[in-house]
DNA sequence: ACGTTAAGTAGCCAGTTGGATACTTTAGTA
DNA sequence: TACTAAAGTATCCAACTGGCTACTTAACGT
């Protein structure tokens, strides 16, 4: 359950994992990938792939459950780390780029495939943050200004500014030194996203 | 200049190019294309590809002109259909869609590329984006309620816009029976995102 | 110390690829 | 009508691919 990714996989199955990774993020799709070059990639004889994978589309998979789990391991750790009570959602865009950059490659082609070809790596990708939207959701809810909202309301809410991060989070993937000015733009689109939601919903109570 | 794109040019280049996207759609990159393949599925011999494209990147910037082509091309028509004064955000939304669907696969092919590994489409996409957004900008400013809004606050009101609607865009190529509840999706990202900025700034004024 | 199994390798195969060179067809036009 | 240039084709090539069978090495429990 609350494993670690990948923690227990043989030496090689990593490094093929990884070596795909990277080359996924330079080709810009998991579906350029060649089998042979991936081996190569990873130091590996080629035949070495079929020892821990069927085939490319099972390499997918595991790669997107890889992202799933750290998604899942981040958020467990983020809301360890503040006091019951106090919103996550302050913290929760830093948090998110400091697991994004943390493995990289992953979270480059994983938020890349989101509106790639539908298939198992999109599916998993979509429901980690179709999850993430609705904890956030429930985590605003609670606070005194937005107890009032309509819960649906605040869900599309929720639904643009996760748009929103994914977005930024990829630029900042490719520009890590940018990270405060996205962060900052992040926050900016937090707060006015947050200011409308409350005062539309004020209007029509 | 303002000439319909692709419109001069020779059948088997417009075979090839719609080939190329339709193909790419499939693939989740254009990165993921075999040259043969592509003339295949346009009914041509490989070699023909030579007499009109340097290469598979030479291709693509191609693609990339058009696509621009076509979203300039769309923006001039959107500004003639409405009266002088009257804002365009309110159809914007529509039209692009309108645009999307048009060139389907042109649209999809680029829109992903936004995050693709930096080249020549993705750039010319991007400044595509840019520039409409800017556009965007300066005519919600001449809304009375949105003049005392600071251009910056404003601009960056409108990237939020502008990426949601992007990632909504996607979502409607691929389900076009989905458009009106996208519209609408859309439609309350704007409202929110405006009476934010519009409570941001009288707050802070 | 030995046998079993997982991980890794070597070499082969038929099929496909991008690209070159040389040829044919089509369409315009002088 | 004959000439030309653009568009399209046929054929060949070395290089690479995914996947197969068969072999070697490393690790581990008994």
Redesign the interface.
Known sequence: MGRAPVALSPEGKRLLLAAAAKLA????????LVLREVAREAGLNHNTFYRHFDDMESMMRVMAEDFAAHVRHGVREARASVKPGVPLSGIVVGRVFDMAIQHADIFTVS???L????GPLRDVVRQSLADLAEDMRADLQQLPELQAVEPR?LR??V??LI??TT?LC?DYL?QPEQRQVLLD?AR??F??????????SSRSA
Chains 1, 2 share one sequence.
Request: charged share 20%; glycine share 8%.
């Open positions: 993020v330079l080709r810009g799709s998991p579906h350029a938020l890349r495939e509106h790639g070809p539908a309301m599309a809410a639904d643009l748009r929103n977005w990829l490719e733009t900016e689109a707060h006015s996203t947050m200011a409308g939601v409350i005062a539309r």
